[in-house]
């Protein structure tokens, strides 16, 4: 069972995105901002970030970038999610999706995700 980790501010996203992955058998943990995420990550073991990108607070693209220059959560698929149709060029995130994110393309994108770490060498 994969766990994903939903970051947004919106609760209806959070809340829809969550339907989805529990859909997939996925175990799900939830934050409204970057610091929740970072917290949530502190304490549980995760497969993929998948993030909003603009959030207030730490949002999606200082998340992605404090996770890749963290060896504890480097290894961690990111998913970053946003309205805007450009991603953010500065970010090292492992996927992209423009909102709004239909249901099969955001649970192929975590399948795709999720099945490259594991193909990974560490």
């Not at 809340?15 to 989805?20: K, Q, R, V």
């Not at 943990?29 to 970057?34: E, M, N, P, Q, Y």
């Not at 207030?56 to 698929?77: D, E, R």
């Not at 909102?99 to 099969?104: A, D, L, R």
Request: hydrophobic share 45%; glycine share 6%; aromatic share 8%.
């Amino acid at each position: 069972m994969k766990t994903v980790l939903l970051v947004d501010d919106d609760p209806a996203t959070i809340e829809a995105w969550t339907l989805c992955m529990q859909s997939q058998d996925c175990k799900v943990l939830s934050a409204f901002d970057g610091n929740g995420a970072l917290a949530l990550l502190g304490e549980h073991s995760v497969d993929i970030v998948v993030s909003d990108w603009k959030m207030p607070g730490l949002g999606g693209a200082l998340l992605c970038q404090t996770m890749k220059t963290n060896s504890a959560f480097a290894h961690i698929p990111f998913l970053m999610i946003s309205g805007h149709p450009h991603p953010p060029a500065f970010v090292h995130y492992d996927g992209y999706l423009q909102k709004p994110v239909e249901t099969e393309a955001l649970l192929s994108a975590v399948d795709r995700l999720c099945a490259a770490k594991h193909r990974r060498p560490f």
